[in-house]
């Protein structure tokens, strides 16, 4: 799998252009840390009417961090693939984590999951639904741009990207649904 996976890396650094190495260089920084996704929640939950979605993104991200980086990352113990092919000139400092899953397209899933799920069935939480519509779609683009940046940069390999997609969409999920349980005991607690 490996092998299959090097050549579809090795096809995509055909695609690089001074004008992509320089966009795609400074647009992954945007998911360090999950920087991006940390103050899209911090803006949501500065305003009462976004509040909510803000506190279903950060138990989502809160999730994530658990999963992927405290977890998945350290169980799995994958190599990167700069690692693997040495022969690769990088245009980013090279990460000290683990590669299996993608951080940065987890943090970026799970926020794209928790958006899209508010703005599907906010009711349940009492935010308007399609009250998100254009922010999930807008973190969509971002998210899959970030995603593509990360192997675009020879970081990860196609099946971390993947399993950030996957982690990042159930860390989005249990957030929802954490937040959820929070909401109906509080309405349960206030209503009695």
């Known amino acids: 799998m490996t092998a299959i996976e090097l050549g579809i890396l090795d096809w995509i650094q055909t695609l690089h252009t001074p004008f992509l190495d320089a966009f795609m260089s400074a647009f992954t920084k945007l998911g360090d840390a999950g920087i ?22 950060m138990a989502a991200l809160l999730v994530d961090v658990v999963l992927c980086n405290g977890i998945l990352k350290n169980l799995v113990a994958r190599t990167r693939p700069f690692d693997v092919n040495t022969a690769v000139s990088l245009l980013v400092a090279k990460p000290h984590d683990f590669s ?26 009492g935010v308007p639904v399609r009250s998100t519509n254009i922010l999930w779609k807008a973190a969509l683009v971002v998210g899959c741009l970030l995603a593509f940046s990360r192997l675009y940069l020879y970081v990860h390999f196609p099946t971390d990207i993947l399993g950030g997609i996957l982690v990042g969409i159930l860390s989005g999920y249990l957030g929802y649904q954490i937040c959820i349980r929070l909401e109906s005991r509080r309405m349960d607690k206030n209503g009695k």
């Open 100 to 125: 299996f899953p993608s951080g940065h397209t987890a943090a970026s899933f799970a926020s794209i999951a928790a958006l899209y799920l508010v703005n599907r069935d906010g009711t349940r939480l």
């Open 36 to 57: 991006i996704w940390i103050l899209l929640t911090l803006v949501l939950l500065l305003f009462p009417k976004t509040r909510k979605t803000g506190l279903v993104l």
